[in-house]
């Protein structure tokens, strides 16, 4: 029996109790009832089968045993208690931030002034990561504090706050739109080059089911990998993609494409800012999370 670890909070009323020589101090420090205190000491010596303190009406004073068995035991609480210097202490002032690439390139890189001008004495760092793992990472250096992503809002273990709702939109190059051969957008949509997104998400079938507008599939379409890929050869001409804001709204407004038929489709996964469970306290992502918000919504 002796060799089985005694419960923690025995031990506790007990270290406390001897440091102390009172039940009733270590019950104010321990937030506890006296009784609870003798209680746990109590069953800490019927688990020990020997006595740790001497009782004399209100007063207590460790037995002979009782002083090596609580030395050891202050010694174990200590070691418990510097359990945290293995962590590096700087990282914690170390924000990472993973996003897709078009807003890491677009959005978060141009505007990072700002964000570090609201956490002085945090490091930044920003990755075109979006793979949840990387939250909980086993290596420290490639861990990632919060990640911008797609969802419906549902991500296991984690926790997410959700930023902003995302519409789709078809958009071109002004230059295509303007030589486009007198064809209105609806045939510029139908007939014209198209870009698309390899992935599960179609989104021209969600925008053309939404909207009532025919689109036919293209053998001919330009597919890329990722979103940033697909604006790049929407800017330059290449064909008509789909835009989805407000992240391409930046785009819009410095006239790098422009929208071919405003009918915005409403998306049926929003953007999140997505963090581990054990991170909710961490005040910096507090303030990611506004600044993002800001971002979004006063566009």
């Given at each position: 029996m002796t060799n089985r670890l005694p419960p923690l909070v025995w031990l506790k009323a007990f270290e406390a109790a001897g440091r102390l020589q009172s039940f009733r101090a270590a019950a104010d420090e321990l937030h506890v009832t006296p009784s609870a205190v003798s209680h746990h000491v109590r069953s800490l010596e019927r688990r020990l089968g020997r006595p740790l303190f001497e009782r004399a009406g209100n007063s207590v004073r460790l037995t002979r045993e009782g002083q090596l068995y609580a030395a050891r035991i202050s010694e174990g609480f200590a070691h418990l208690s510097s359990a945290a210097e293995v962590f590096d202490v700087p990282a914690a002032r170390r924000l990472t931030i993973g996003a897709f690439p078009f807003l890491v390139s677009e959005i978060l890189v141009p505007n990072l002034g700002e964000l570090r001008a609201r956490l002085p004495g945090v490091a930044l760092a920003v990755v075109s990561e979006t793979d949840l793992g990387l939250l909980t990472h086993a290596d420290p250096a490639q861990r990632v504090d919060a990640i911008v992503r797609y969802g419906d809002g549902r991500f296991p273990a984690c926790t997410a706050r959700k930023l902003t709702d995302v519409e789709l939109v078809p958009v071109a190059s002004p230059e295509l739109l303007?030589?486009?051969?007198?064809?209105?957008?609806?045939?510029?949509?139908?007939?014209?080059?198209?870009?698309?997104?390899?992935?599960?998400?179609?989104?021209?079938?969600?925008?053309?089911?939404?909207?009532?507008?025919?689109?036919?599939?293209?053998?001919?379409?330009?597919?890329?990998?990722?979103?940033?890929?697909?604006?790049?050869?929407?800017?330059?001409?290449?064909?008509?993609?789909?835009g989805i804001r407000p992240f391409i709204d930046p785009w819009l407004a410095q006239g790098r494409v422009a929208i071919v038929l405003d009918e915005a489709v409403t998306a049926d996964q929003a953007s999140y800012l997505v963090t581990a469970q054990y991170a909710g306290a961490r005040p910096e992502l507090d303030v990611l999370a506004d600044w993002l918000l800001a971002r979004f919504v006063d566009r």
């Open positions: 303007g030589t486009a051969d007198g064809r209105d957008a609806r045939r510029l949509l139908a007939h014209g080059p198209r870009v698309t997104i390899d992935g599960p998400f179609d989104g021209w079938s969600v925008w053309a089911n939404a909207t009532g507008i025919a689109i036919s599939p293209r053998s001919d379409a330009l597919a890329f990998d990722s979103y940033l890929s697909a604006m790049r050869a929407v800017e330059q001409g290449l064909g008509v993609g789909l």
